[in-house]
Nanobody, 125 residues
Framework: QVQLVESGGGLVQAGDSLRLSCAASGYTFTSYDMGWFRQAPGKEREFVAAISWSGRTTDYVDSVKGRFTISRDNAKNTVYLQMNSLLPEDTAVYYC??????????????????WGQGTQVTVSS
């Protein structure tokens, strides 16, 4: 069974940095697109960033472009989200999600699921 375990969240001040990790198991990690999503209290889950199975393509929501970087280490079955210049608006539970096999972030192959339990990121002003 697919298992995704997020870690690295915490309480930081605006302008600080965090690196989130998502350890994957139970499937062929290298064959799947991966993504990060977040959910703030009272809001729906929001797309943050994604990386293709090959690592050659990435995508970000406009609000984090230039600040966040998604990457993956296939040897460790781990996807990362480097978050710099954090803002209070980034406060949310961050979830790792499994994407489509060999999707390449194609708009018709953007299906994410098998979520982890999430890690809390709180940014104070």
């Amino acid at each position: 069974q697919v298992q995704l375990v997020e870690s690295g969240g915490g309480l930081v001040q605006a302008g600080d940095s965090l690196r989130l990790s998502c350890a994957a198991s139970g499937y062929t990690f290298t064959s799947y697109d991966m993504g990060w999503f977040r959910q703030a209290p009272g809001k729906e889950r929001e797309f943050v960033a994604a990386i293709s199975w090959s690592g050659r393509t990435t995508d970000y929501v406009d609000s984090v472009k230039g600040r966040f970087t998604i990457s993956r280490d296939n040897a460790k079955n781990t996807v990362y989200l480097q978050m710099n210049s954090l803002l209070p608006e980034d406060t949310a539970v961050y979830y790792c999600g499994q994407g489509s096999p060999y999707g390449g972030l194609h708009p018709k192959k953007r299906n994410f699921g098998s979520w982890g339990q999430g890690t809390q990121v709180t940014v104070s002003s």
